[in-house]
């Protein structure tokens, strides 16, 4: 067999792949293989078809842009074609690519001065968005259709569902608009969207889906447009399309333009010089990446100038003036050679996968999460398969896809261990309790737990790692490979034996000598006497982060109320439901916890900041307030309201269940809550938990009828803060301490309502958001002088 014989069999294979795959992820929105994968197929073809341009066809995937029509939908031409974009992978080919347009550009490029190289081309710079392109006819300001761009000369009618996009203006605003404006953009679902979109399937026993982009064109391609009014879509215009009237000479005046017309564009948008400022731009993109509210996969850069634009023209399937640089792959093809099974600390046994290693954005993988076995069962993933794996940022690597056509004929099911790997201990699928309004409901949760406790290593070694953790007690110098070396050589059994540790007993472990066993002892010793809030979160409740820790020392103001707290009165906390109020409660109600607890208190460990219950928390509570909390069936709100008022206490409540003629006329209730209200009260074992938590509430001067003292408003009260960049005076933690004692809440993230900014050098993204909002900003030395001015300075 001839070169040529070989070369067009392999183009033949090509082309029929890339088909298969562009039908996948255009038709059906069911990509098999991830973008790089496509990207390596797509090159290699090129290559081929240059070495052997007697072998091109005009059906070629390289002579075209992919994609067909759905018939479901009504077909649209587009009289100027929706082209892709060429693609560059490395700096070089971005260097390239400028190289090319210069050349493109000739004369009409201005020259340099006498000590230059020539003029550097302006580019306009934007991020690539991860949705679908599509395409808004407006004529006469008003919009008028809505179209895919399927195979870049006819696509897919959805003006039905375009317009159930909120951000899609139905009427232009402003004046001036050319009479037909065709506007050119993506839509896409931003990551908390996807997010809230899989947890309402998830809940509802739906289909999820695998990624933003998948949802996005999932959502726009329904038949029936409520359905894609209920997802959260959302629409960037990029460019234009057909134009009948005048319109500005560069790309970055007509979106702007478009945005005073009220189309929304993208808030990166920016200018720049040459390959350099391309390069600066797609690296500060990069750094930014994960911070972004929405999934991109690269960076468009585009010839500024619309009169250049024209004169570099196109090629058969891309614009000459317009490239997108990718970012490196965040998802790879690789396969699963094994499926292990690791015990958390709380017990929880969960599956990873073992993968044939593979470089993923520059990292090598070999190892990603899978979650639970729910998540294996979604998958349909076999021990064998053939994976998609994501990486992005430092999330840890995880499994986004089986691709079921390369599954070989030995593949394995995976099986949940009977018993636990690390200590034998029999493994129990938990249950999920759900309490209403008088019952509960249990179904299987999708946790797999070993019952060993800290009988299991595994267990004990990741409790023992969280108590020592930097925001639990803080145990400097007590790592992952010290805590094994103590729990094996069997001298910690619990957190509470690192305080009995001797000089002895640690110098002869591995790697120790005299002054690494001094330290090690020294920062146990000082460990002895940390704050509530932190002694709480690392004993490692289920469920109870740092804040919420936070939230109940300052609350109960000592660790024995809140041994005690009843899971009722714990509800009482803002953000704490009944399921983590239960948590909480059965975690101290556990024989086993209170003994460590006991033997921490035994060995020294002294708690800081212990005090009253805090005023604001005591005054929380009315009669009312708690009527609602028994959860009585059918009586909400109102009804325990009526209820307080007629009843006027605990007892006259329980005397008015009673007494049928008097609950018969009470108005307020119905008469289905006046039979549930008998019915519930009764029940011996109901007055008596009622009573429980009405002796609890006094005894912790909570009770409505209790006195109450003065509740002074911290300053920052309902407040929320963000900190951004390095705080060079102190560290975020301490910044972050200081606000919360004030009051103020400290987010993640900038909105409409966070009331100020703390931005420090290297701020990036979150300062040009609040600027973008308006939110109040101020550097550190402001920050300084307002936290003195609120008496919560250093």
Known sequence: MTDAQTAAQRIFHLRAELDEHNYRYYVLDQPSVPD??????????????????????????????????????????????????????????????????????????????????????????????????????????????????????????????????????????????????????????????????????????????????????????????????????????????????????????????????????????????????????????????????????????????????????????????????????????????????????????????????????????????????????????????????????????????????????????????????????????????????????????????????????????????????????????????????????????SPADLYTLTYDQVVVLEGFADLSTRNLLGAIADSRTPALARFIYALGIPDVGEETAKLLARALGSLERIQRALPEVLTYLPDVGLEVAHEIHSFFADEHNQQVIRDLLARGVTLQDEGDVSAEFAACTTLAGFIDKLNIPGIAATGAKNLADKGGSLDGVIALSRDWLELSVMKGLNEKAKQALREFFSDAGTIERARAIDVQLRDFGMHWESEKKIVEGLPLAGQTWVLTGTLETMSRDLAKEKLEALGAKVAGSVSARTHCVVAGPGAGSKLAKASELGVKVLDEAGFIARLADLGGGR
């Open 36 to 493: 790089i994968e496509y990207d390596r197929l797509f090159r290699e073809l090129q290559a081929l078809e240059a070495e052997h341009p007697e072998l091109v066809t005009p059906e070629s995937p390289t002579q075209r842009v992919s994609g067909a029509a759905l018939a479901a939908f009504g077909e649209v031409r587009h009289e100027v074609p929706m082209l892709s974009l060429g693609n560059a992978f490395e700096e070089q080919d971005l260097l390239d690519f400028d190289r090319r347009v210069r050349e493109g550009l000739g004369d009409l490029l201005p020259a340099g001065d006498l000590f230059g190289g020539g003029v550097d081309v302006e580019y306009t710079c934007e991020p690539k968005l991860d949705g679908l392109a599509v395409s808004l006819l407006y004529e006469n300001g008003l919009l008028v259709r809505g179209a895919t761009r399927g195979d870049g000369t006819t696509g897919e009618d959805i003006s039905s569902n375009v317009r159930t996009i909120r951000n899609v203006p139905l009427k232009l605003q402003g004046e001036g608009w050319p009479a037909v404006l065709e506007v050119r953009g993506e839509v896409f679902m931003s990551r908390a969207g996807f997010d809230a979109l899989n947890a309402r399937a998830a809940e509802s026993g739906g289909k999820t889906f695998a990624n933003p982009r998948n949802a996005a064109a999932g959502s726009l391609r329904q038949l029936d447009a409520k359905i894609t009014a209920s997802r959260p879509l959302e629409f960037c215009a990029y460019g234009i399309g057909r134009v009948d009237g005048e319109l500005p000479g560069s790309q970055y005046e007509v979106l702007q333009t478009l945005k005073t017309w009220g189309v929304p564009i993208s808030r990166e948008l920016k200018l720049a010089k040459g390959a350099t400022g391309c390069r600066e731009y797609y690296q500060d993109i990069g750094e930014r990446r994960d911070s972004l509210a929405y999934e991109i996969d690269g960076v468009v850069f585009k010839v500024n100038n619309l009169a250049w634009q024209r004169e570099l023209g196109f090629r058969a399937r891309e614009p000459r003036w317009a490239i997108a640089h990718k970012f490196p792959a965040r998802e790879e093809l690789t396969e699963l050679l094994d499926v292990e099974f690791q015990v958390g600390r709380t017990g929880a046994v969960t599956p990873v996968a073992r993968l044939k290693p593979v470089q993923v954005a520059g990292v090598t993988v070999s190892n990603a999460t899978l979650h639970n076995m729910d998540e294996v069962a979604r998958l349909g993933l076999m021990i064998g398969d053939t994976v998609i794996i994501r990486r992005a940022g430092d999330v840890i690597p995880q499994v986004m896809q089986v691709v079921a056509e390369r599954r070989p004929a030995g593949a394995r099911p995976v099986h949940i261990p009977e018993h636990c790997p690390v200590c034998g201990s029999a493994v129990e699928r938990t249950q999920l309790i759900k309490r209403g309004k008088g019952k509960e409901t249990v179904s299987e949760g999708a946790v797999y737990r070993c019952v060993g406790r800290l009988a299991c290593g595994a267990q004990l070694k990741q409790a023992i790692i969280h108590f020592a953790s930097r925001r639990a007690l803080d145990i400097e110098g007590l790592g992952d490979k010290i805590v094994e070396q103590l729990v094996d050589a069997g001298l910690v059994a």
